[in-house]
């Protein structure tokens, strides 16, 4: 049976009671980001010293940093994550699951499908080094391949404070939502005004606290009229934009190459603003999306995306290095325009259809690691331990987020940064070997 028609019996068998539109603004979301990377990264062949020189788009092309206004959806993601929880957590209140019940069924989810990716690259390095490749090329390209990873270092952090923070939403509404925003103000009012730079990386936690808790206002039903929604959206949109013109914020909402400041390392309230009123434009369209989502057709591509689509986002940058790799090896071949030139510009679509093209079968033939549950009959790690298992995970992929790997077999930004990631899964109980379906 083909992958369409199997998605085509998953979505015929849809519950009623299932929000299309959250499965479909992931989706969608995972597309803006995966469009969004392969269009920034590229390279450019130096014939004189007969190599490939990487080159990002925001540096090369200032202009472009207006297009990430557009491209940067993170808030979506968490917007969609504080939903998905919300009735996570509502289900296994009415089966009478514990925290760790509920907690070891999301980790799964999140950290096994990166083990494998960290493993490869890990090895891919040691592999480089012993070519004699340039630590400096080894770190680029590992952090390269790892930049997806940095998502869901925060994320599962979020995920162990979900049924806290759900708690405060049931409890205190949108006055928890405030004091999140606030929390993220203050914060950067101290990284800016106090010189506090340090006391700014805890925007990691208010920024997207605030964002996922925007998921549970939306569960409750409490997010007003679309008239008041549309309102929600210009006003935090033109937030948005004062900020960055009247503000010390740049004007890239991704990474800030030759800025001083970023938008996001450390997050800052302009990601709250943009938030808010992709928040506000999005879901005053909800009603008529979910007519539009209640054909087959589009829900069945939306149903194929999201059973992959974690593997899609956490390997997209692997298959582009792939591709860098495959043109050196042909001496630039395709690789000897300007970017920015209108040239370049007129083969991005071919370069996007390529990519494309090579990370479906990667897709197909990896994806079954994220819709596996785990091992049957396997007991269930104690609360404390899945914390600290998943604290340990975490703080390896942000360390593999930000330094990359040096390809020595032991050193503590290699073989330091896997064991960290590695034994954070050991102690969630989660590995690589056979689990149940999901």
């Known amino acids: 049976m083909g992958i369409w028609s199997r998605a085509s019996e998953i979505a015929a068998a849809t519950p009623l009671e299932r929000n299309r539109y959250v499965d479909f603004l992931r989706a969608v979301s995972i597309v803006f980001v995966i469009t969004g990377h392969w269009l920034i990264t590229t390279a450019v062949w130096d014939a004189g010293n007969d190599t490939l020189r990487p080159v990002l788009a925001l540096e090369s092309v200032r202009w472009t940093a207006w297009l990430t206004w557009l491209f940067q959806v993170m808030p979506i993601f968490f917007i969609v994550g504080g939903y998905a929880n919300a009735v996570s957590l509502e289900g296994a209140r009415k089966k009478h699951l514990s925290y760790a019940q509920w907690l070891t069924g999301r980790l799964h989810r999140l950290l096994t499908p990166l083990l494998l990716l960290v493993l490869v690259w890990a090895v891919v390095s040691i592999l480089m080094q012993l070519a004699g490749a340039a630590e400096e090329t080894i770190r680029f ?260 987020t930000l330094l990359g790997f040096d390809g020595e077999l032991f050193s503590l930004t290699s073989s330091g940064t896997l064991a960290l990631v590695l034994a954070g899964a050991w102690v969630c109980g989660i590995s690589l070997r056979k689990k149940s379906p999901a």
């Open 141 to 400: 390209v590992s952090r390269t391949a790892l930049v997806p990873t940095w998502f869901l270092a925060i994320y599962t952090m979020i995920v162990l404070l979900a049924p806290a923070s759900y708690a405060l939403w049931l409890r205190w509404g949108f006055v928890s939502l405030a004091a999140f925003i606030l929390l993220a103000i203050f914060v950067d009012f101290a990284f800016f005004q106090l010189d506090m730079k340090v006391f700014g990386w805890s925007n990691y936690f208010w920024v997207w606290l605030a964002m996922h808790h925007l998921g549970f206002a939306w569960r409750d039903g409490r997010i007003g009229s679309p008239i008041l929604l549309l309102i929600l959206g210009v006003v935090c949109f033109g937030v948005f934009a004062s900020l960055i013109s009247i503000g010390p914020y740049p004007v890239a909402m991704a990474g800030s190459p030759g800025d001083e400041v970023s938008n996001t390392l450390p997050p800052k309230v302009t990601l709250i603003a943009l938030g808010l009123a992709q928040f506000g434009f999005l879901l005053a369209i909800e009603r008529p999306m979910q007519r539009i989502l209640a054909g087959l057709r589009v829900w069945t591509c939306t149903v194929i995306i999201n059973t992959m689509i974690m593997t899609i986002y956490l390997w997209h940058m692997t298959v582009l290095l792939l591709v860098l790799a495959g043109a050196w090896v042909a001496n630039g071949f395709g690789m000897g325009m300007a970017p920015g030139s209108a040239q370049w510009w007129w083969t991005r679509p071919i370069w996007l259809g390529l990519l494309t093209v090579l990370l479906i079968p990667c897709a197909l033939m990896l994806s079954p690691l994220e819709r596996a549950g785990a091992p049957q009959h396997s007991p269930v790690p104690s609360a404390p331990r899945l914390v600290m298992g998943a604290t340990m995970a975490g703080l390896g992929i942000s360390l593999a």
